[in-house]
């Protein structure tokens, strides 16, 4: 180290005294983001999008090269990752394939195995985006139906010789989050759409951007009115809330006879605000009233105890409620307060297994519209298929996602450009099967389809399960 032996231009003590208070106060303001920033035991990515990202963004994304799924890992399936990692991907896919002998309920380890063999000859990439951090429970819902339809299509030769990559990233359904994931998807040019995202107001965080750089998003969980004619790079494998909403309005009042309905949503859940608006002016078309309560899941001093309170003693008949998919807990405790005082009425968004473990008997009889159901079209394959390679009965969310999956594909059977894809998917005759109904969308970009309702009764491996209302 050099040191300077010139004594007239030693500084005086002060400034030394000064010089390490200011180090000090720096190391107090500073240090501790880079600790945390330290201590992140994610690894580094080497998938193409992750390699020109940020690192927070690249952290959240992985082609095979980390686990994101943190509660599904085995040591067969860290193996996999760092084979991936290395470049090593025949020795990957043997270890994933292991990691699903163990379990086979593990949708992002069947994507990777799948990665993992199209990495040696042809592909095509595309992405899916969803909320991991924030929701795991729906974030595999929607794999699943990813990986399924990207297994079924890679095991039978591929689309047109190439085999489907799928990239996962995790958004949290943070439009912050969502926003840098859109513009890292778009730059890399290898992938040709987006599977995603869930939450509405993720979606429309990102549908600007995938509109603006011409990249195909097809959401296949977002229901706001917003999304509808968005752009014509936009789709989703929805029906548009309109249909969802009017039945169950039309249930309340006619079948129910509750014409007096009290409304409990979330403001900050573009869905559920279109579910809100959609139900009230379908409520009122039924011969129904809207009692005026003021009931808001999102704001932080949510009382579900004055909640039930005020709907009870201004003559509601019934509830309906609509929170955003990461504040479920707020219904299901207000479900708890209610104890069957009112009958419950939901938005597709409370169709999530967090409400039959949780709600129990609180949510039984509770009546809601969903996309789709295993029960509702006896001559499909898909729930079958679905029970062999998942183990159990999935939920229309992996239903649309694998829709979703199943029109890019079919839309890449007759172009893999972005520009053809888009083509494709806005074509008229456009038509693909999906895990019930053909796959068609609408000149809005929505599904062309019908809701049905379910009711919350006894039964299932949590004492409850969604039964469709026949």
């Not at 129904?288 to 008949?317: M, R, W, Y």
């Amino acid at each position: 180290m050099y040191q300077d032996t010139n004594k007239k231009n030693t500084p005086p003590p002060i400034v030394f005294i000064i010089a390490i208070g200011l180090i000090g106060f720096g190391a107090y303001k500073f240090l501790p983001g880079l600790l945390n920033a330290k201590t992140s035991n994610t690894p580094i990515s080497t998938s193409t999008s992750a390699t020109s990202a940020s690192g927070a963004i690249a952290n959240r994304i992985s082609l095979g090269n980390r686990i994101l799924v943190t509660s599904q890992t085995t040591a067969a399936k860290q193996a996999g990752v760092q084979a991936f990692a290395d470049g090593n991907y025949q020795s990957a896919a043997e270890y994933f394939q292991k990691s699903l002998q163990q379990n086979r309920n593990d949708p992002e380890t069947v994507i990777y195995f799948n990665n993992a063999r199209a990495s040696n000859g042809s592909s095509l990439k595309i992405a899916v985006s969803v909320p991991i951090g924030s929701n795991p429970n729906v974030a595999q819902e929607i794999l699943r139906g990813v990986a399924q339809a990207q297994d079924e299509i890679n095991t039978s030769g591929g689309i047109n010789g190439a085999e489907l990559q799928v990239e996962i990233v995790n958004d949290d359904n943070s439009p912050e989050v969502v926003r840098e994931v859109a513009k890292t998807l778009t730059k890399d040019q290898n992938i040709l759409a987006v599977i995603g995202h869930n939450a509405s107001n993720a979606s429309l965080e990102a549908a600007p951007i995938y509109q603006q750089e011409k990249l195909v998003m097809v959401t296949p969980t977002s229901l706001a009115n917003n999304l509808s004619g968005f752009g014509s790079y936009i789709f989703r494998t929805v029906p548009n809330i309109s249909l969802m909403a009017a039945p169950l309005a039309e249930y309340a009042v006619k079948t129910a006879g509750k014409t007096n309905i009290a409304i409990c949503y979330d403001s900050q859940a573009p869905d559920n605000i279109s579910f809100k608006d959609e139900f009230v002016a379908s409520l009122t078309a039924a011969g129904g009233k809207l009692v005026p309560t003021v009931c808001d899941f999102s704001i932080p001093s949510f009382n579900p105890e004055s909640a039930i309170a005020d709907a009870v003693s201004k003559g509601a008949q019934g509830l309906m409620v609509a929170p955003h998919v990461d504040r479920i807990d707020r219904a299901i405790s207000l479900a708890r307060i209610n104890r069957g005082k009112l009958p419950l009425y939901g938005s597709t968004t409370m169709y999530t297994i967090q409400t039959l473990k949780d709600g129990q008997s609180d949510v039984n009889g509770l009546v809601l519209p969903v996309p789709w159901h295993p029960e509702t079209n006896p001559g499909s394959r898909f729930p079958e298929n679905s029970r062999q390679r998942w183990g159990g009965i999935v939920n229309w969310r992996t239903a649309t996602s694998f829709d979703a999956t199943q029109a890019v594909i079919a839309g890449l059977r007759q172009s893999n450009t972005r520009e053809g894809l888009q083509q494709a998917l806005r074509n008229t005759s456009f038509s693909t099967p999906g895990a019930s109904d053909d796959v068609k969308f609408l000149p809005t970009g929505d599904r062309a389809g019908k809701p049905i309702l379910v009711q919350v009764k006894q039964g299932g491996s949590t004492g409850y399960n969604f039964v469709p209302l026949r």
